[in-house]
């Protein structure tokens, strides 16, 4: 009887595994599109959607109703677990390139516009002007759940590693749920676990920085076959302008007020978690290649892929020296 017992719980555990299959959900978010393919034994959409609505409730820059848009209004308004966490992330990524990353930068993306238009407009004075307000140090996260800020017209905007976070949410989701084989792609921010639908390793691609203005042209640099990571990639390539011979990019560094101008076109972050990946490719594009590689040098578990161009305006790729062992587990051939 014991024995008829053993055979029925085993067959009972092959039949739940057999009824798993592969589910792809997709939509847009925070501006953007989300890709989310996973082996289930049901559809979670339900669940994703509910779960990425509560996100941009919390974090959105597009939702003038949400808990980020209400505290940048000065209402008296608590945050929650969301906000919380992505403001601890974006405080370590602050401190870590010495105020190269800043979510109180959007009032110098504003004054400069979207492409740029209103450049012209912009002088030392107005800059100046802003500058005293953008300064993630005027922050204060306070135990009974408020962000207080010193200036009034400070403005948080978590853009730079949202979709990062939010790919994490998604991933701890789905692993709650009992799913070990997934890709979560919101924006290009990917985590990835186990194999896709033919037992394979994720194909992910790393977009070749052209320049295409139109962001029609999806041309790819490298194709990695991986597993098991989180990964990130910010650029400078869609979105310049020429000024005295110099290309500047879309990027403004908050500690000065101006587009940055590096030979650094994409930047490709690998970290134990996707917030951080996110919030350091961005942080990549605005320090340059060389303050970039010093950084993450310096810390564990994270690697990059930088795009950059020489001085005949070839592509060139730099990897950090862990990339390869961050990719496969294995040390890159001498």
């Known amino acids: 009887m014991k024995h008829i017992n053993y055979l029925l719980v085993a067959l009972m555990a092959i039949s739940m595994t057999g009824c798993k299959k592969f589910y792809q959900n997709q939509g847009s978010v925070f501006g953007t599109y989300y890709n989310i393919q996973y082996k289930s034994s049901s559809d979670l959409e339900p669940a994703i959607k509910e779960c ?6 919390s974090l959105s820059m597009y939702n003038q109703n949400s808990i980020i848009a209400r505290i940048n209004r000065n209402e008296d308004v608590e945050t929650n677990s969301y906000i919380e966490e992505a403001y601890k992330a974006a405080v370590y990524v602050s401190d870590m390139s010495q105020g190269a990353f800043d979510i109180t930068v959007a009032p110098l993306v504003n004054a400069w516009g979207f492409g740029f238009k209103n450049k012209e407009n912009i002088t030392k004075e107005l800059l100046d002007s802003l500058l005293e307000f953008v300064d993630y140090k005027s922050l204060t996260l306070t135990e009974d759940h408020h962000i ?50 033919k037992g394979e390793k994720w194909a992910i691609g790393i977009t070749k920085p052209i320049d295409d203005t139109t962001g029609k042209t999806n041309m790819l640099q490298d194709i990695i076959n991986t597993t098991d990571i989180c990964m990130a990639t910010s650029g400078n390539y869609r979105n310049y302008y020429f000024e005295d011979g110099v290309r500047r990019s879309h990027t403004i560094d908050p500690r000065t007020g101006y587009p940055v101008h590096h030979k650094l076109l994409s930047a490709t972050v690998i970290a134990p978690n996707c917030v951080l990946a996110d919030a350091l490719a961005t942080t990549c594009m605005v320090m340059g290649e060389y303050a970039a590689a010093v950084m993450i040098s310096q810390m564990r578990e994270v690697g990059f892929y930088f795009i950059l161009t020489d001085m005949e305006g070839e592509l060139i790729v730099k990897t950090s020296n862990n990339w390869v062992k961050l990719l496969t587990g294995k040390d890159a051939e001498e």
């Open 148 to 197: 207080l800020k010193s200036d009034s017209r400070t403005m948080m905007d978590f853009s730079a590693l949202a979709k990062g976070y939010a790919c994490d949410v998604i991933a701890d989701l789905l692993t709650e749920n009992g799913c070990k084989n997934f890709l979560v792609d919101i924006g290009g921010e990917v985590v990835a676990r186990g194999k896709n639908s």
């Open 52 to 57: 990425l609505k509560e996100f941009d409730a």
